[in-house]
């Protein structure tokens, strides 16, 4: 059964009553750039994050660019709050990160409290989206010694006490959720806010359903749901509708239940909330099944993998989009200094050949002065031409890996791309010959599509943040045999499906000091490749051991077609985005680069074994964990 956590929003603008996005675009027409277009633009900017947080960025960016430019550091603190909650949405957390460090020490510098609570709430948001918990309660705490300080926005308090309420909960001290939460539902009271209100009870609603309270639980939240009736429009009514339809579900209510939902998904397509929508589908298809209408609950299931794979497409390919954005931005910016540089550089020499001319003129004796300087003025130049060589040089290369990155795009998602096509006249076909276990094998297909497609997408997404220097490097003490469970977990049934064996090889005192994430990327890709190329009836071995002091090797081994020794040695190279390989393990190595890389980063090497015909067995050493590391991991 599905439970709806809430988060707490921001309930209004950072600039307080703010207009609409049409009346703010017609504003600027006519607004002069002054300090007035800086507060438009981040209305603007602020308005859009959430719902089209893509087309925030340009309000955002012109805004921060003008506010630079006027010196207008007031607007420029709030610019810099609204463009991090954009690359928050999009999941660019360091670069959030970033922007709110230089509006916190914007805060400092103007001495504004609300800026200050505004800006540990924002880290502290983006640790708390990651679960860092530790992390997101030491801002949130930072923020909470400013929140009671003159000139603190109401608003400013209720984001900070919802957030600090969701987390404690979120870390099982349910009495301090349930303080801060009440703490933000009397503030949003006194000050006449209902939506706030509404969204408070619905959080502590929220609260006694995860507690099994559930008379408690529907009190709340027909109290929040009748808090909005009045309110048309307000996103989180939706979310309102379907915990209540939760709670009636859990109490054998049905009837009301499936009225509420559809009341919350006919709300969510209006105001194009697609989260809700996909919610609402989840739950219909939960209320059919308790029914037993099971061909109804099949097909609200349907819909609901449908519009999840969409949602999680459309996320990642605006993540990209940002970064690309991002890089695009940075690269202008070199290519402008460099212009710049050179024209200082050329009106320097200009100025040191007219200084010649006018010693030439003066008299012979200037001529060997003139000389020496002519020779170190061709010198200069030689040295601009090197550098521009190298710049273009450079540029070249960063043109060759964009368009190597688009390659690989196209040459791993036409598979994926061409299925879901074929999927359809599949699905003519089988409706034509009423073929009913034909339409059932159909999902299968999508989903093993798109979960090559997620595959893709995430190895992108990595490499990307990789080669920004930004992925952040956790080490800790990691158990190498849990690490081989999760990774056989994970390819449990892609393992059923080929007909495959997957033996585990790992003895409990192995324990690698690496970062998580990372290793388990590695492991996912190099697992991922021995299954793809393994043909049925095959078997594929993750051991591990102890090959020299301080080092523990991880071995993934295949019974594949194996590779001929010049492929072998394609992969051996370093080159970033080589072009995609041809023989009988054929493909764009961008998930084996990725793990080369990860490698690399913690202080590890990867090293390829194969013999055509035999199968094919990859070496990943890697530092292991020191008895006082682990002890106090432990």
Known sequence: MRCFLLVALLLSSLWGRAATVPELRQQLQTQPADTGRVRRLNELCYLLHDNHPTKALRYGEQAIT??????????????????????????????????????????????????????????????????????????????????????????SQLILFGNLGNLYFTMRYRSRGMLFTRRALALARDNGDRAGESLYLANLGTYYLQMKRLNTAEGLLRKAVSLLEPLPGQRFEA?????????????????????????????????????????????????SAARREYDQAYEWQLRFRSLNDSLNSRSRLQTLMALQTRYETADKERIIQQLTDRENVMQQRNRAQVAAILALLLGLGGVGLLYTKLRRSRAAVAANNKALEQTSAELRQVAASKDRLYAIVAHDLRGPVTSFASVTELIDFYLRQGDEAGLRRLPELVRQSAQQLNHLLDNLLNWAVSQTGELAFRPRALAVAELFEDTHRLYANALEAKQLTMHLDAGPELLLWADSHMTQTILRNLVGNALKFTPSGGKVWLAAQETSPGRITL??????????????????????????????????????????????????????????????????????ALPEASAQEG
């Open 66 to 155: 003008l506010a630079r430019k006027l010196s207008d550091r007031p607007g420029l603190m709030r610019g810099l709050l609204a463009l991090a909650s954009c690359y928050a949405n999009l999941a660019d957390g360091p670069h959030a990160l970033e922007l709110q460090q230089e509006a916190l020490l914007l805060a400092r510098q103007l001495r504004s409290n609300d800026g200050l609570v505004r800006s540990f709430t924002g880290i502290g948001s983006v640790y708390h989206e990651r679960n860092d918990t530790a992390a997101a309660l030491l801002n949130y705490r930072r923020g909470l010694q400013y929140a009671y300080e003159p000139a603190v926005k109401v608003s």
């Open 239 to 287: 979310g309102h509708l379907e915990l209540l339809a939760t709670v009636l579900l859990l109490n054998n209510e049905l009837e009301e239940a499936e009225e509420l939902t559809r009341q919350a998904l006919s709300l969510a397509r209006s105001l194009d909330y697609q989260e809700r929508v996909l919610d609402a589908y989840s739950l219909l298809a939960d209320i």
């Open 555 to 624: 071995r993934v081994e295949d019974t594949g077609s194996g590779m001929v020794p010049e492929q072998v040695v394609a992969l051996h190279r370093s080159e970033a985005l080589a072009q995609p390989l041809q023989g009988p393990r054929s493909g764009t190595g961008l998930g084996l680069l990725l793990c080369r890389a990860f490698a690399s980063r913690q202080a590890g090497s990867l090293r390829i074994e194969s013999i055509l015909g035999q199968g094919t067995t990859v070496y990943v050493t890697l530092p292991a």
